[in-house]
C-alpha cells in the first residue's frame, strides 16, 4: 500500500511551484494550528477593515448631503434664538453696545431668511423664513448708527404680498408689525385686511392696523416735539417717509383710526384673540383711550378714598397742579 499524509483537520496546506510546472502540496504537521489562528485572525482582520472602511464612505456620503430648506430653517432659527439675550447684568454704556451688536446680527440673520425664502420659494418653509426676515420690529427708534439699516424688510414685504396674502399664518405678524412706524406694515395690514379669506386673519389686521395708525400718530406729535428724534427716525424710516407722514393733516387722519377700530367692533367684533378677549373688548379700550385720554382732553371722572379714608373725586381738584400716582400690587 503506498505511503500517504494523513492530514487532520487543523493542518495547513500552501502550494509550491514545482520548476515552473504543477504545484505541488506540502503538508505541515506540528505547526498546524498555529498556522491556523494566523489566518483566521489576518481573515478576521481584512473583514474588519473592509467594514470600518463602508462606514466611513457612508459617513462621507451622509456630510457631503444637503440639509432640506426645513433644516437650514430650524438652524437659523436656533442661532437667532441664541443671540436674544445677554444673561448678565450691564452698564449704560455696555447695554448700549449690546442693542448695537444684537440688531446689527439679527438684520444679518433677516438677510440669510430672506435669502433661504427666495432660493426654494415654493417650499412650505418659505414663509416661515419670510416672516422672522420681518419679526423684528424697531418700536424704539434706536440711532442707524447704532442698530444699523434693516435692508431686508423691503424684499421681504415684497414677497409676503406676492405670494403668501392668502396664508393662515399672518395674525401674529400683523399683530407684531402694528407696534412699529415702517412704511411696509400700513402696506401689509391694508392688504391682508383687503385680501386675506379667513375672518380671524382679517380681523387681527384691522385691529392691528388702528393700533399701527394710532401709534404712529402719536409718534409724528412727539417728531414735532423733539427735533432730534425726528431726524432718528427720518434715519431708519426714510426722510421722504417722514416728511410726507408730517404733512399729512391730524384732523383728517384721527377720524381714520376711529373708523378702522369701530370697523373692527362691527365687523369681526366677536372673534377670539390669542389672548382671550375678542376684537370688540380689544377695539372698544382704544376708542376709549383715544377719546377720553389725549392730551389736553379733560381726564375722566375718577373717585375713591384718601389715605384718611375720606371719599374724594378728580373733579374737586379742578383747576389745581394734581399728581396722580397709580399702583398695584399685582
Same mark, same amino acid.
Not at 419679526?135 to 447704532?146: A, K, S
Not at 402694528?178 to 391682508?192: D, H, I, M, N, W
Given at each position: ?237 426714510? +426722510?421722504?417717509? &417722514? ?10 387722519? !384721527? #377720524? /381714520? @383710526? =376711529? ?24 377695539? +372698544?379700550?382704544? &376708542? ?10 379733560? !381726564? #375722566? /371722572? @375718577? =373717585? ?27
Amino acid at each position: 500500500m503506498p505511503h500517504t499524509a494523513r492530514v487532520s483537520r487543523f493542518s495547513s496546506c500552501r502550494h509550491v511551484l514545482n520548476g515552473g510546472n504543477a504545484s505541488r502540496t506540502v503538508l505541515h504537521g506540528g505547526g498546524e494550528r498555529t498556522a491556523v489562528r494566523k489566518l483566521v485572525k489576518r481573515i478576521a482582520g481584512g473583514i474588519l477593515a473592509l467594514i470600518l472602511n463602508l462606514s466611513l464612505v457612508a459617513a462621507g456620503h451622509g456630510q457631503d448631503k444637503p440639509l432640506t430648506p426645513a433644516q437650514q430653517f430650524e438652524a437659523l432659527r436656533k442661532e437667532s434664538v441664541g443671540a436674544a439675550g445677554s444673561g448678565r447684568s450691564m452698564t449704560d454704556a455696555e447695554r448700549l453696545k449690546f442693542v448695537g451688536q444684537a440688531y446689527k446680527h439679527r438684520n444679518a440673520l433677516a438677510q440669510k431668511f430672506l435669502a433661504l425664502a427666495e432660493k426654494h420659494p415654493d417650499d412650505p418653509i418659505a414663509l416661515d423664513a419670510l416672516m422672522q426676515a420681518v419679526w423684528q420690529v424697531n418700536g424704539t427708534p434706536w440711532p442707524v448708527e447704532l442698530v444699523g439699516e434693516d435692508t431686508a424688510r423691503p424684499k421681504a414685504f415684497e414677497l409676503i404680498h406676492r405670494d403668501h396674502l392668502r396664508s393662515d399664518k399672518l395674525g401674529p405678524l400683523c399683530q407684531r408689525v402694528s407696534y412699529g412706524f415702517c412704511k411696509e406694515y400700513e402696506t401689509f395690514l391694508r392688504a391682508v385686511l383687503a385680501k386675506s379669506p379667513h375672518e380671524g386673519v382679517r380681523a387681527t389686521a384691522c385691529l392691528s392696523l388702528g393700533h399701527f395708525l394710532n401709534t404712529r400718530l402719536q409718534r409724528l406729535d412727539l417728531c414735532k416735539e423733539q427735533p432730534n428724534l425726528a431726524k432718528e427716525f427720518a434715519d431708519l424710516f426714510g +426722510k421722504e417717509y &417722514l416728511e410726507d407722514l408730517q404733512r399729512q393733516d391730524r384732523k383728517s387722519t !384721527a #377720524p /381714520e @383710526i =376711529e373708523a378702522t377700530f369701530e370697523q373692527a367692533v362691527e365687523k369681526y367684533g366677536d372673534v377670539k384673540l390669542p389672548g382671550g378677549d375678542t376684537v370688540a373688548e380689544r377695539a +372698544k379700550a382704544e &376708542l376709549f383711550e383715544i377719546r377720553n385720554l389725549r392730551v389736553g382732553q379733560s !381726564a #375722566p /371722572e @375718577i =373717585e375713591g378714598e384718601d389715605q384718611d379714608g375720606k371719599r374724594f373725586k378728580l373733579s374737586d381738584y379742578r383747576g389745581k397742579v394734581l399728581l396722580l400716582d397709580f399702583w398695584s400690587f399685582v
